[in-house]
Structures are given as structure tokens and as C-alpha cells.
């Protein structure tokens, strides 16, 4: 993820002024309202203030990360702020933050934000990259040093993988109620012809398909053969495809990029509480749970 692209120089403060957390918070909504002539600076703070009653803004290292949720704002929107002299955050480490990251959030890209708040953490943890940033004097400076940082080489990727068991959208529907039994899975990811990732075939999707069928039946009872049960009406579908039963779904499970680094990649499977389906620009090259990954950090620190 290229953190510089979604910055708009428009959006950065090198001087914010006020030492107390309300007070430069109100002056990174005042530049954001300036930019978003439909949103209320009240009702940002308002969201701001809802949202730090579930916890602390910052995470130390005298950054902080503010977010508020609202549906007054078509896309995600970040206003940058610096503040030399530090702001009073009441961070854990005690630390003042210097480096104020506002985020604003339409519930549609919840996924982009967690990512972006990952990528945001793992930039900063390299202490040249803070440094960088807070010499900046105006926007464009702050998103050029950034920039230039996120060029370098990053960690290396996270291969080898596990290489999942894969279904088409061309495979029966027997075919794949065997494959997931086989694999003992809850769920086999969909590859188009080329590996592309196209969508996930869930157990439950398939359990949907059956009672879907069985309800059928019973309105129709010519539709099919014998009693009318669940395994019945699910066999009597056997032989057709995925793709016609409809039942892959084109989202709603994790992926992660195979060249991300693992900070941002554990912080997506901690939020995600499954395995996530790794990615190299849109094929399917492996997947990877949180105990793989705990087992990764465990045999680096060997």
C-alpha cells in the first residue's frame, strides 16, 4: 500500500498549535470541514469524542491515530497534523504526540482503514521515517518524505505459504461438497481459469443451497424425486456447476498481499479471527492463520 497516495498535501498541518488533545483536534477538523463544505465540525468531534470512549487515541511513540465514522463523507478521508511542541493525548507511554493522524470513515471502507492503519504503524515504526515527517515543513514535504521512505525495500514476503485446496466456478456441486469434506475446511476459495481469487464457497453457503432446495420441493413436489430431504434435494443438484447455483460469494473473507510486512499482516488477522487468502496482485498464492504467523515471529526470535 502506498501511504502517499492517500494523502492530499491540502489535508496536512505542519503547525498545529494547541498543546491540550480537544483543542488540536478541533484544528484538524476546521481544516477538513474547509475541504468538505457538507460536514459539521460538531458532529465530527462528536464522533471523535464516541469513539474515545472505547480507548486511547494514541499507541505511543508519540503518535496518535483519531478516527470518527460518518456517512457525511464519500471516501476516506486522512487530515495530517504535526505538532512540534506535542499534544497531551494522555498516551500510556507518556510520550506527547507529535504526529496527529485523523482519519474519517464511511462504513464502506471499514477493510481500507484497518489496512491503512497498519500500513500507518508499520511506516512509523522505523524511527528515520518519524523523524523525516516531522521535519517537513508543509504538505507536500510530508508526503514526499513518505513517499520516498515507502520506495524502499520492505520485508521480505511471506512465502512459503500453505497452498490451499481450490475449487472453480465450473466445479460440480458434488465435486465440492467432497473437496470440503476431504479438506476438513469450513470454507475453499474460487480461482478463475488464470488463479485469480474470485470468491469463497462456504460450508454455509452450501447448507443455505440445501434448505433453499428442500423448501422448493415442498411447494413443488414434482420437482423432485422421494421424500424431499435436505441431503435429496442437495444430490438431485449434483451435477451442476457452482457458478449456476450461485452460491460462491465474491466477498466477505480476508486477503493479505504476499509482500506486505507482518505487522500490517498480523494486524489484519487479528481483526479477520480466521486465515486470510494470500494474494499476489490478484492470484491466489497460499493462505495463512494467526497461528502460522505467531509460529513465524517465534522461530525469527530463535
Known sequence: MKLSTLLNPKLVRCGVKSPAKD?????LVELLVSAEPGLSKAEVLAALAEREKQGPFSMGKGIAFPHARTEKVKDFTIVLGIAPAGVDFKAADGVRVRIIILFVIPKKHSNLYLQTLAAFLNFFTVDPNTQRVLEAKSGDEVIAAIDAASAK????????????????????????IEMLAAAKAEALPVVDADGNLVG????????????????????TPTA??????????????????LE???????????????????????????????????????????????????????????
Open 23 to 27: 483543542e488540536a483536534l478541533a484544528e
Open 153 to 176: 525495500p520492505r520485508e521480505a514476503s511471506l512465502a512459503p505459504i500453505n497452498g490451499p485446496v481450490v475449487v472453480t466456478p465450473t466445479t460440480t456441486l458434488a465435486r465440492a
Open 224 to 241: 423432485f424425486s422421494g421424500s424431499g430431504s435436505i441431503d435429496q434435494a442437495i444430490r438431485q443438484r449434483g451435477d451442476t456447476t
Open 200 to 219: 469463497e464457497l462456504s460450508a454455509a453457503s452450501l447448507l443455505q443451497l440445501g434448505v433453499r432446495e428442500h423448501l422448493l420441493s415442498l411447494a
Open 244 to 302: 449456476s447455483l450461485q452460491v460462491i460469494s465474491p466477498n466477505g473473507f480476508p486477503t493479505v498481499q504476499e509482500d506486505e510486512p507482518s505487522l500490517e499482516v498480523a494486524i489484519r488477522l487479528a481483526g479477520a479471527g480466521r486465515p486470510a487468502y494470500v494474494l499476489r496482485g490478484r492470484k491466489l498464492v497460499g493462505s495463512l492463520g494467526p497461528t502460522e504467523l505467531l509460529r513465524r515471529f517465534s522461530a525469527r526470535e530463535r
